[in-house]
């Protein structure tokens, strides 16, 4: 079982719908979550962080939290073009000193 | 502006030659990290540093070597034992410990020809 999982995708959205994406973990004393957005050929780019269970918002972005389900989902609203990218779930596991990335989930959203 | 600087953006490598890829951070991080990114693919965890003098493998540290003599510099060295290297790398550094998301250099990527 791999450490992070995701959907590879693509996850095909019309312009102006929510993308939802999910992730799930296997080290249950994981303490911290993140969401990075990558564009094809460039560095990931941090878009969200969650620590507690339950929802953050943050913009057009939400990220969904449930530590006894071990899986961090992330929404995004009102979906634009430039929102097509690979998301890119990352865990800090128990041990606290790394941070580990699921496989992607391409989305691709459409005029 | 402080930031992680990688070099080069391009590097192409003939089999059975070493490389050593650039990372030069100045936003004071105690600790830095290398890893790899295949085509479609998630980031994997090739090495890490928490402090100076001091490093530990990740996942997938085979055919790779590091060294941290300065807290601002964590260069790797692909070497010829990495029988896959082509692929794109990328270095990042936070502050050990911390809960909040890595920064990351730009990347290097590595061909081999």
């Known amino acids: 079982q791999k450490e992070v999982e995701q959907n590879s995708g693509p996850l095909s959205v019309p312009e102006g719908a929510i993308a939802s994406l999910n992730c799930t973990y296997s080290d249950r004393g994981s303490q911290s979550f993140f969401w990075y957005r990558q564009y094809s050929g460039k560095s990931p780019e941090l878009i969200m962080s969650?620590?507690?269970?339950g929802d953050k918002e943050d913009g057009r972005f939400t990220a969904q939290l449930n530590k006894a389900s071990q899986y961090v989902s992330l929404l995004i609203r009102d979906s634009q073009p430039s929102d097509s990218a690979t998301y890119l779930c990352?865990?800090?596991?128990?041990?606290?000193?790394?941070?580990?990335f699921g496989g992607g989930t391409r989305v691709l959203v459409k005029p | 502006d402080g930031g992680i600087t990688q070099s080069p953006k391009y590097l192409f490598r003939k089999e059975g030659q070493n490389v050593t890829l650039s990372c030069e951070q100045n936003?004071?991080?105690?600790?830095m990290y290398w890893y790899r990114q295949d085509p479609g693919q998630g980031l994997r965890l090739i090495y890490y540093s928490q402090i100076v003098n001091d490093f530990q493998k990740g996942d997938i540290a085979e055919g790779y070597s590091v060294s941290r003599e300065k807290k601002e510099s964590f260069p790797l060295t692909v070497t010829s034992a990495q029988k896959n290297p082509t692929a794109f790398y990328l270095c990042?550094?936070?502050?050990?410990?911390?809960?909040?998301?890595?920064?990351f250099g730009s990347g290097t990527r590595l061909t081999v020809v």
């Open positions: 990352a865990v800090i596991g128990a041990a606290g000193n790394k941070l580990t």
């Open positions: 936003l004071n991080h105690d600790a």
């Open positions: 969650i620590y507690s269970n």
């Open positions: 990042a550094s936070s502050v050990p410990g911390q809960t909040y998301g890595y920064t």
